[in-house]
């Protein structure tokens, strides 16, 4: 069974810095792109960063380009974001999820809450 | 970038409805097109993907249309449990996105 867990989420000031984690098991990690999707508070979902299964090749929302970065580490079968000058229109559940060799996301973490606020 | 929009923002049905959602691309997607629905304070659930193919375990009432720039989502016969909100997105090319996302209502 396909498993994803965000952690890392929490409450941090304009222009603070946070780096979420996304532990993910059941599958074969290296194989498979994956991505981060984020949904402010009471808004829809915006599609954030992806990366390929090898880590060689990263894709960014303009939003977030040159402040955030994807990454993974396939031995510990685990991905990040590592988020830079955060903004309070940051502030959104970011979730975690693995995409199919197509590229549509076929399983979801339950998500981590960040919170960007003076 | 391609943008995504949906309509309607929200539909009012009733059990037993038919209903359909449309999803237009600001540039061609070719079949490259999902749906998801999402309850509240869940993650998304995929329903479909490659514009037509229903998922793995996700009831035969769901189905999906289109390509190019134009797509639909339609439930033929609405449950109790379908009331959710509906997102379609593109993954033909990089960044991917999400349409804005049609909130349907029990009438």
């Known amino acids: 069974e396909v498993q994803l867990s965000e952690s890392g989420g929490g409450l941090v000031k304009p222009g603070g810095s946070l780096r979420l984690s996304c532990a993910a098991s059941g599958f074969t990690f290296s194989s498979y792109a994956m991505s981060w999707v984020r949904q402010a508070p009471g808004k829809g979902l915006e599609w954030v960063s992806g990366?390929?299964?090898?880590?060689?090749?990263?894709y960014y929302a303009d939003s977030v380009k040159g402040r955030f970065t994807i990454s993974r580490d396939n031995s510990k079968t685990t991905l990040y974001l590592q988020m830079n000058s955060l903004r309070v229109e940051d502030t959104a559940m970011y979730y975690c999820?693995?995409?199919?060799?197509?590229?549509?996301?076929?399983?979801w973490g339950r998500g981590a809450r960040v919170t960007v606020s003076s | 970038d391609i943008q995504m929009t949906q309509s309607p923002s929200t539909l009012s049905a009733s059990v037993g409805d038919r209903v359909t959602i449309t999803c237009r691309a600001s540039?061609?997607?070719?079949?490259?097109l999902a749906w998801y629905q999402q309850k509240p304070e869940k993650a998304p659930k995929l329903l479909i993907y490659?514009?037509?193919s229903l998922e793995s375990g996700v009831p035969s009432r769901f189905s999906g249309s289109g390509s190019g720039t134009e797509f639909t989502l339609t439930i033929s016969s609405l449950q109790p449990d379908d009331f959710a909100t509906y997102y379609c997105?593109?993954?033909?090319?990089?960044?991917?996105?999400f349409g804005q996302g049609t909130k349907l209502e029990i009438k």
């Open positions: 540039q061609s997607v070719s079949k490259w």
């Open positions: 490659k514009a037509s």
């Open positions: 990366i390929s299964g090898s880590g060689d090749a990263t």
């Open positions: 999820a693995k995409d199919r060799p197509q590229g549509n996301i076929d399983h």
């Open positions: 997105q593109q993954y033909n090319s990089y960044p991917y996105s």
